[in-house]
């Protein structure tokens, strides 16, 4: 019953700024930890970032300096802010949430990085 509902995504040029969203909603009684995955073409998933609801953070080496993550747990939301974006960061971006022992994903929403 629990869905991911993610937004934010779209067109930028290289060194511009989005924020994407992911809320949660349903029969949600804790959140252990939410975070971002993506996967461009011909790469593997990878985590981007990832906060707990006790707000311990982690981010792929790749986005270290330029995205942040954070979240408002009475909203059961997470966001990520990406600044200084870049070409290589083009990709569909799935928020994944841990809840209750089971894992879920959004929808996805896709983020384009203009040269």
Do not use: H
Request: with cysteine; net charge neutral; hydrophobic share 35%.
């Amino acid at each position: 019953q629990v869905q991911l509902v993610e937004s934010g995504g779209g067109l930028v040029q290289a060194g511009g700024s989005l924020r994407l969203s992911c809320a949660a909603s349903g029969s949600i009684f804790s959140i252990n930890v939410m975070g971002w995955y993506r996967q461009a073409p011909g790469k593997q998933r990878e985590l981007v970032a990832a906060i707990t609801s006790g707000g311990t953070t982690t981010y792929a080496d790749s986005v270290k300096g330029r995205f942040t993550i954070s979240n408002d747990n009475a909203k059961n939301t997470v966001y990520l802010q990406m600044n200084s974006l870049q070409p290589e960061d083009t990709s569909v971006y799935n928020c994944n949430a841990a809840i209750m022992g089971y894992n879920y994903w959004g929808q996805g929403t896709q983020v384009t990085v203009s040269s």
